[in-house]
């Protein structure tokens, strides 16, 4: 195991900011830090980073108990959601700085400058100053300057977060690829359930102080420990006594067909690209949200008004009623 996390307590006077955190997070992964805001995600992050210590617990990485070390001898990587360069260098000369200053021969620092240019696709931009950059650009030369100096593990707090939407996504890809590349321990704060599933090899759910579970994306989506971490990755609906996904209620036309299913008349029919989303009144009363492919809707010719018997699709995650 890369970081070692044990038994991690942080308070700011009153307040619990972290109880009993225990996380090991494994050598070469991409692991996401994800939950609601507040939930103590960066603090987490910046005690692993030693820019915050905690009031008990300790930090181990790569075998060394890094409890009590200053940030500079962790030999970390950081990058931040608001860009950490130098705005009066180059390009190039933000990504050789850390080499410099370590007084690596010119030789070795010019190659390496060379080869993180390249890895985050900025090499023709290497005489340019930061400000002539956008934001992904410069989120990605930020990136090449933590790299510059090899840590053993890059910790990266909301690093797209200050991006609008579409560069974000962009972002999220390369980051996944880049680091199919370097396979450097990394360790990313999220608050977005997409990111983080779709980026990320573990994911470490974090609500109120607490880590709620761990798991691989498919691990909490499929099995999720508890409703928090159901709800926190995706929609959720009610039907009989169940949490589960509004995709995975099978709809049926005909009450002999499943045993069990409960009855309804669907009372809303929204067609949102390539899907439907159905709101069903129960006999009783509730209402339960059903999602189906458009295909799928018009096979069965579902229209509001349409009586219809819902009941969990096999293998269906589901957890106890959660109160929505
Ligand atoms: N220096 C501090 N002094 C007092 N309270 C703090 C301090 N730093 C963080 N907190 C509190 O600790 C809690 C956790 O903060 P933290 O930044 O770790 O949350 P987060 O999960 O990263 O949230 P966000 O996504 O909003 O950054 C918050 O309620 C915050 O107000």
């Given at each position: 195991m890369s970081i070692d996390i044990r038994g991690v307590n942080k308070t700011y006077g009153d307040f619990v900011?972290?109880?009993d955190i225990d996380v090991s997070i494994p050598t070469g992964q991409l692991t996401a830090l994800l939950g609601p805001s507040g939930g103590g995600k960066s603090t987490l992050l910046r005690i692993i980073a030693g820019l915050e210590t905690a009031d008990s617990g300790s930090v181990v990485i790569e075998g060394k108990d890094?409890?009590?070390?200053p940030p500079q001898k962790r030999n970390v990587g950081f990058v931040f959601q608001h860009y950490a360069v130098?705005?009066?260098?180059?390009v190039a000369k933000n990504v050789a700085f850390g080499l410099e200053i370590r007084k690596r021969p010119k030789a070795q620092v010019a190659a390496k400058v060379d080869e993180l240019l390249n890895l985050v696709h900025l090499s023709q931009f290497a005489h340019r100053l930061p400000s002539q950059l956008s934001g992904g650009q410069r989120q990605r030369l930020a990136l090449a300057r933590a790299l510059a100096v090899e840590p053993t593990v890059l910790l990266l707090d909301e690093p797209f977060g200050a991006l609008d939407a579409k560069v974000r996504k962009e972002l999220r890809d390369w980051l996944r690829r880049l680091h199919d590349e370097v396979r450097v321990t990394t360790v990313f704060v999220t608050h977005d359930q997409e990111e983080a599933m779709e980026v990320s090899d573990e994911i470490v759910v974090i609500n109120e102080g607490r880590v709620e579970q761990i798991g691989t994306p498919d691990q909490l989506y499929d099995?999720?420990?508890?409703p928090f971490v159901m709800g926190f990755l995706g929609d959720v609906t009610s039907l009989d006594g169940l949490t589960l996904r509004p995709h995975d209620i099978e709809v049926s036309l005909d009450p002999l067909l499943v045993k069990g299913a409960v009855s309804g008349t669907v009372t809303r029919h929204l067609r949102v690209g390539f899907e439907v989303r159905l709101t069903v009144t129960t006999d009783d009363g509730a209402e339960v949200l059903v999602v189906l492919t458009r295909t799928h809707a018009r096979a069965l010719d579902l229209a509001e008004g349409v009586r219809v018997w819902l009941s969990p699709a096999v293998g269906a995650a589901t957890v106890p009623l959660l109160q929505l």
């Amino acid at each position: 195991m890369s970081i070692d996390i044990r038994g991690v307590n942080k308070t700011y006077g009153d307040f619990v900011a972290l109880e009993d955190i225990d996380v090991s997070i494994p050598t070469g992964q991409l692991t996401a830090l994800l939950g609601p805001s507040g939930g103590g995600k960066s603090t987490l992050l910046r005690i692993i980073a030693g820019l915050e210590t905690a009031d008990s617990g300790s930090v181990v990485i790569e075998g060394k108990d890094a409890t009590t070390l200053p940030p500079q001898k962790r030999n970390v990587g950081f990058v931040f959601q608001h860009y950490a360069v130098f705005k009066h260098m180059t390009v190039a000369k933000n990504v050789a700085f850390g080499l410099e200053i370590r007084k690596r021969p010119k030789a070795q620092v010019a190659a390496k400058v060379d080869e993180l240019l390249n890895l985050v696709h900025l090499s023709q931009f290497a005489h340019r100053l930061p400000s002539q950059l956008s934001g992904g650009q410069r989120q990605r030369l930020a990136l090449a300057r933590a790299l510059a100096v090899e840590p053993t593990v890059l910790l990266l707090d909301e690093p797209f977060g200050a991006l609008d939407a579409k560069v974000r996504k962009e972002l999220r890809d390369w980051l996944r690829r880049l680091h199919d590349e370097v396979r450097v321990t990394t360790v990313f704060v999220t608050h977005d359930q997409e990111e983080a599933m779709e980026v990320s090899d573990e994911i470490v759910v974090i609500n109120e102080g607490r880590v709620e579970q761990i798991g691989t994306p498919d691990q909490l989506y499929d099995e999720p420990a508890n409703p928090f971490v159901m709800g926190f990755l995706g929609d959720v609906t009610s039907l009989d006594g169940l949490t589960l996904r509004p995709h995975d209620i099978e709809v049926s036309l005909d009450p002999l067909l499943v045993k069990g299913a409960v009855s309804g008349t669907v009372t809303r029919h929204l067609r949102v690209g390539f899907e439907v989303r159905l709101t069903v009144t129960t006999d009783d009363g509730a209402e339960v949200l059903v999602v189906l492919t458009r295909t799928h809707a018009r096979a069965l010719d579902l229209a509001e008004g349409v009586r219809v018997w819902l009941s969990p699709a096999v293998g269906a995650a589901t957890v106890p009623l959660l109160q929505l």
